[in-house]
């Protein structure tokens, strides 16, 4: 069939205009008149398939494994003149609670390096540190008159990094690969996933990474009229 397969239905209609799939019901009588309303769903469990791969640069020499879920809140520590207090703040945004385990310091710089620019502006002074790449992130927080805060809490900025996860024990190269948006969080030296695994993804498969020159944009209502998230104002 030429063109673009079409998504799978169920065709209930077999002859005409009577109803040749339905659930067997319990009396005879009613398997003979059939009052039952069928409804039929079809669905896919988020792989697709696809014909023009975005997600062509293999991070060489990095595996990972998905670890968590850990909180996602934070207690911060707030000053005012003399008094100090202890409050919960809200949790991280974008924050499914998982990130990419098992990295080890060599990996982690590799996977740095391979992850790159992340908002389309990979110039002088706009990327970072050695391995020339955003982290996908801020610190928020700040210093009011006579304030001072202790906590580096951070947040996804309005381009975090898109990557593709394949596993390593893939036999083919029909195996699907497993899509999120993960931002760096410096203070605990990690790769947060913004969207959670599936179900059937287990804390001992381990991924190959694989990453895009495509640009992820978070859509932000810009009441300051900056186009951007600028920190410490929306």
Not at 108 to 116: P, Q, T
Not at 132 to 161: A, C, F, M, R
Not at 176 to 189: E, F, K, P, R
């Amino acid at each position: 069939n030429p063109g673009y397969l079409k998504p799978l239905f169920v065709d209930s209609y077999l002859d005409g205009h009577r109803e040749t799939v339905y659930p067997l019901l319990g009396t005879e009588e009613q398997q003979t008149n059939q009052v039952s309303t069928t409804s039929i769903n079809v669905y896919q469990k988020g792989v697709s398939g696809e014909f023009v791969d975005y997600f062509a640069a293999k991070c060489t020499g990095v595996e990972v494994s998905i670890s968590g879920a850990t909180s996602a809140y934070t207690t911060a520590t707030h000053s005012v003149a003399t008094s100090t207090s202890t409050f919960s703040l809200y949790s991280y945004e974008m924050n499914s609670g998982y990130y990419l385990g098992s990295l080890s310091s060599d990996e982690s710089a590799l996977l740095k390096k391979c992850l790159g620019d992340s908002d389309g502006n990979d110039s002088y002074g706009n990327n970072v540190e050695v391995y020339s790449w955003d982290y996908g992130s801020y610190k928020i927080g700040g210093q009011g008159v006579g304030e001072t805060y202790t906590y580096n809490l951070e947040t996804p900025s309005s381009h975090p990094h898109a990557i593709k996860l394949v596993s390593t024990d893939a036999a083919d190269d029909y195996t699907a690969g497993l899509y999120y948006l993960t931002w760096y969080q410096s203070t605990l030296d990690r790769f947060v996933l913004i969207n959670a695994p599936v179900t059937t993804t287990t804390a001992t498969a381990s991924y190959y990474v694989y990453a895009t020159d495509g640009v992820v944009e978070r859509v932000i209502v810009d009441t300051t009229g900056h186009g951007q998230i600028i920190r410490g104002q929306k």
